[in-house]
């Protein structure tokens, strides 16, 4: 049977070491043998049970009480034990965690689809599906708030790691920002941690951004192309694309969003339907 390390198992789970030994500690929920003199390491039906422990407390249950039933229960590892780098494919996992505020489990779940999937399957396997699960929680305002922000701030932490290029193969950044008083710009994050995969270097302006602001940097850095987002059509009518200078070359413009959808674009604007089709479109005029 396979054996695993403290780290090891911390790691998988998306917990403190720390957090382990308090629990092998308090609760009796630690690695089934020892050898004197050797590193305390975990089996696989250790590991069954912790898994257990920690889907529980992050439904709510108390850790006590947790514990208790993790113990008795028959660990199933639905997981292969062989799983140094391979990402937690749950979405029910990560609901429950974003229930809990459980900010460290999302991170480290994240980060590990990142790296092995990439950013766009990332965004449509959990990302979206987890924003979409907040839409629904309006009811339970308090609390849809608390995960919102708490959502909120890490996707722009983790997706912003995603997005720094070493060696760009654009000298001038493509430019990401949002129309004038839109809020919801975590699809330009995405956008940045993707075209980032492909070498691109960004410069992303985020919330609530003037038409003359991005005109101005329009003028500055001469992009080979400015993706705009729009979630609504009160801000994507506030976009004026008049005021954006004539320099050449001149930049494609490309429009995302729902807010943009039904909206006449100026000559030259195009729409994208998805990342996707963003990603294809910005990418043009760099030869991708």
């Known amino acids: 049977m396979s054996q695993f390390t403290v780290a090891v198992v911390a790691r998988r789970l998306g917990i403190a070491p720390a957090t382990l030994r308090t629990w092998d500690r308090r609760y009796g929920l630690g690695p089934g043998e020892h050898a004197a003199g050797s590193h ?12 257990v422990m920690r889907r529980l ?32 494919d749950s979405l029910a996992d990560l609901l429950l965690a974003l229930h809990a505020l459980d900010v460290n489990f999302i991170r480290t779940t994240l980060r590990a689809q990142l790296k092995s999937f990439g950013a766009i399957a990332t965004w449509h396997h959990s990302i979206a599906p ?5 839409g629904e929680q309006w009811e339970e305002r308090d609390h849809a708030i608390a995960m919102e922000h708490s959502l909120s701030s890490l996707l722009m932490e983790i997706l912003g790691e995603s997005s720094q290029v070493e060696s760009p193969i654009n000298t001038r950044p ?10 919801h710009v975590l699809p330009l994050y995405a956008l940045a941690a993707a075209l980032a995969e492909k070498s691109i270097a960004t410069h992303l302006l985020g919330a609530r951004t003037p038409s003359r602001a991005i005109a101005a940097v329009i003028a500055k850095n001469g992009p080979s192309a400015v993706f705009i987002w729009s979630q609504s059509s009160q801000s994507s009518q506030l976009v004026d694309f008049s005021c954006f200078p004539s320099i050449r070359p001149a930049p494609r413009i490309v429009t995302g969003g729902p807010g943009f959808a039904e909206m006449p674009h100026p000559a030259g604007a195009v729409h994208a339907r998805s990342i996707d089709e963003a990603m294809s479109l910005i990418g043009g005029p760099l030869g991708l």
Do not use: N
């Open 174 to 183: 493509i430019l990401l920002t949002s129309a004038p008083e839109e809020q």
């Open 57 to 88: 407390i992050a439904a709510g249950i108390a850790p006590g009480d947790a514990a208790k039933r993790a113990l008795a229960a028959d660990p199933e590892v639905k997981e292969s034990a062989d799983f140094a780098d391979e990402p937690v």
């Open 130 to 134: 987890l924003l979409r699960e907040l």
């Open 40 to 51: 305390r390491r975990y089996s696989e039906d250790d590991f069954g049970r912790l898994q």
